[in-house]
């Protein structure tokens, strides 16, 4: 693996500054020393997922997901719950990971920020989702951090030392995984 792991951020929302994004944006803030993160921008622009379009070559933002997907060590996503589920946008970047392999075996988690007792049916989703892409779900880094307005600054960033030092763990989870499949990885060849 190389010296400095990279982590994909995967924002379910299309609205700017939303809470998923602003959890995102803060896993970004707390990264630590040898973690970059990256995070993804190309969710509006997908197009809608059709199984006859699933094939060579593929649309160029379904390339550049692929890629973006491939590049990383590992993945963590934030995504708001829309009527029991996962956004449709969401769910349409997610159908256009099941025909690559780009995340088969790779370290991923999520970070719900929904208030408390809310966001558990895009949770589920994502997690049966996640299983048909063959992702291996890091559950230890598979958290809640609720975002209160309160404590997001004016750069858009959690400033609650609790939530930042939870991230701070996601992520460290997230790279420890991602450490152990390349040392599986290595040891096979």
């Excluded at 059709?50 to 593929?58: A, I, Q, R």
Aim: hydrophobic letters at 40%.
């Amino acid at each position: 693996m190389p010296t400095q792991s990279v982590i994909l951020l995967l924002s379910g929302s299309l609205r700017s500054g939303s809470s998923n994004e602003t959890v995102l944006r803060t896993a970004q803030a707390v990264a630590p020393s040898g973690v970059r993160t990256v995070l993804y921008d190309g969710l509006a622009a997908l197009p809608h997922f059709n199984p006859e379009d699933d094939v060579d070559p593929l649309p160029a933002p379904v390339v550049e997901l692929r890629a973006a997907i491939d590049d990383a060590d590992a993945v963590l996503v934030c995504t708001p719950e829309y009527a029991g589920t996962l956004p449709g946008t969401f769910k349409n970047l997610l159908d256009w990971t099941v025909g690559g392999t780009e995340i088969c075996d790779k370290p991923t988690a999520w970070v719900n920020a929904a208030a408390p007792g809310r966001g558990l049916g895009a949770e589920a989703t994502l997690r049966t989702v996640l299983g048909y892409t063959g992702a291996d779900i890091v559950e230890p880094a598979c958290v809640r951090i609720s975002v209160d307005r309160d404590v997001v600054g004016p750069d858009g960033v959690i400033t609650d030392p609790g939530a930042r030092e939870q991230l701070e763990q996601v992520l460290g989870l997230l790279t420890g995984r991602a450490a152990e499949v390349e040392r599986e990885r290595a040891g096979q060849e």
